[in-house]
């Protein structure tokens, strides 16, 4: 089990910003008290440029490098880079590929946690946006598939925000089946539960938002009779995740009522695909909560376990009708 870092995380200043360089320390303190749960700790390295742009079109690498390099500023009125913003992001995408690289090696990692940032999931195609600079995570993914062997990767997106980048940058393909739980209304205001995926891609988009004030049993009910099943119908060689910490009930940028348990229920589900699972780090601002329920992640990423199984409700039922056509649910 790998837990990938790196100081650059803490380079990417936003100042008074929910998504703080605090963060890191945060998890990072929280988890040396628990003698880090057994991972091993790896420092992240730079992504080769080659790999970011087999996401992003070098004229948005260019961009985010030269805002960076020139000083910082702002891509809109939430996204921010500073003069170390440049240097982060390309840490945080090599963070995320080295995690694949491991999980899909000769050694017998199964799972790995990117304790790193600027997060990733909302920065489309050729955007900037949501605190997201590069999607580390449609990167490893893609890596994944051209360079390591993997031909179908199931991403989980348990953040509360839906991962409208991810779900762009995947929209038309069916090597990559998207699961996004979010609470809607909020931003970014995509991933509506018909947006299904276009194309070759059409049914690989499994976007199931969910009412302010939603708790465990309506998301657990999403992982366990909606993504699950299809995602061991589609029979992923890799599990990505992107772990977003920000549904916690303490969280004050939006208004589901999950508790650090629920984090770890979701890791457990994820983990019962069978194959290697890696997490890259998302939203979630109150440290608190952010630090306690990443631990609860990563210990039930180590230890394993059955989760908790809820009953069907009326969402998840609506859900299975809009996704019965691809998959059997």
Known sequence: MLYFRHDS???HETGAHPEQAARIPAIEAALEARGWLGYERVEAPAADVARVTA??????VEAVRAMSEGGGGWFDPDTYASPGSYRAALHGAGGACAMTEALLGEGDVRFGFCGLRPPG?????ATAMGFCLFNNIAIAARHALDALGAARVFILDWDVHHGNGTNEVFHASPEVLFASIHQSPLYPGTGALGDTGSGEGEGYALNLPVPPGAGEDVWLSLVEHVAMPAARAFEPDLVLVSAGFDAHRDDPLASCLLDTSSFAEM???????GVPVGAVLEGGYDLDA?????VATLEAFADGGEPRSVEPDALTERAREVHAARWAL
């Open 9 to 11: 995380s803490l380079e």
């Open 55 to 60: 996401v992003h079109p070098e004229r948005h």
């Open 121 to 125: 999931h909302h920065a489309e195609t």
């Open 267 to 273: 890791a457990r589900h994820a983990r019962s695909l």
């Open 290 to 294: 952010l630090s306690a329920s990443v």
